[in-house]
């Protein structure tokens, strides 16, 4: 059983394009996240979740909108792609009450051209 | 504000020799502390955390840690590597409590044959 995935696991698009990546996480938690990792391997958050409410929200562009329909799903959505977008999204869950052991998704890759 | 720094970028060992990476952080109060590692194309993986207690924690896959707070440092060491843990390890450090992890810059470790 996958305890979180990731979909697309690559996905490849023109910049100006608007894409969605969704996580599904079946572990129990309440908390989840989005991380952004660069070309030089660099992660950094981008957004948290916790019960549907947002509770991180880095300096990321507007651009960039999650969305939480319920404890076990937060969704990216990206408007008008930029090629500085390039980069793989990770998705990660914890149960808050527990500290910060936060359990990672694949991945997504993300190409913009 | 919280900062993790891993000062080797690359490390080079030979199969069956020791291994230690170093991680240095800095944070405002009892800092949550976790070393994931990434196999190339995968997501983290949790290899060990500490977030209190007895300064030396045991994690999977061989690895150990130790906490040392006058240090600021959360050093991984493993005693024998094998060829199969070659890949990026990632130090982070967390407030607990739903906060962001802060990761480092990363280390990637290759292992001769």
């Known amino acids: 059983d996958t305890a979180v995935s990731q979909t697309p696991k690559y996905l490849v698009t023109q910049m100006g394009n608007d894409k969605s990546i969704k996580c599904e996480q079946n572990?129990?938690?309440?908390?989840m996240y989005w991380y952004k990792q660069d070309s030089k391997k660099f992660l950094k958050i981008m957004f948290s979740?916790?019960?549907?409410?947002?509770?991180i929200n880095e300096t990321v562009p507007n651009r960039f909108s999650p969305k939480s329909p319920d404890k076990a799903h937060l969704n990216l959505h990206i408007n008008s792609l930029e090629l500085g977008d390039s980069a793989v999204y990770f998705c990660?869950?914890?149960?808050?009450?527990?500290?910060?052991?936060?359990?990672f998704g694949p991945g997504t890759r993300l190409t913009v051209l | 504000a919280q900062s993790v720094t891993q000062p080797d970028i690359h490390i080079t060992v030979s199969e069956g020799a020791s291994l230690e990476l170093r991680c240095n952080y800095s944070?405002?109060?009892?800092?949550?502390l976790f070393w994931y590692v990434q196999s190339p194309g995968q997501g983290l993986q949790l290899l060990l955390k500490?977030?209190?207690?007895?300064?030396l924690v045991q994690g999977i896959k061989g690895f150990e840690a130790e906490f040392k707070r006058s240090q600021s440092s959360f050093n991984l060491r493993k005693p024998s590597v094998h060829w199969s843990d070659a890949a990026e390890y990632f130090c982070?450090?967390?407030?607990?409590?739903?906060?962001?992890?802060?990761f480092g810059t990363g280390t990637q470790l290759k292992v001769e044959l």
């Open positions: 572990l129990g938690h309440d908390t």
């Open positions: 979740y916790n019960n549907k409410e947002l509770i």
């Open positions: 944070y405002g109060a009892t800092p949550y």
């Open positions: 982070a450090v967390g407030g607990g409590g739903g906060n962001k992890l802060t």
């Open positions: 990660a869950s914890s149960q808050r009450s527990r500290g910060d052991e936060q359990f």
């Open positions: 500490y977030f209190s207690g007895d300064t």
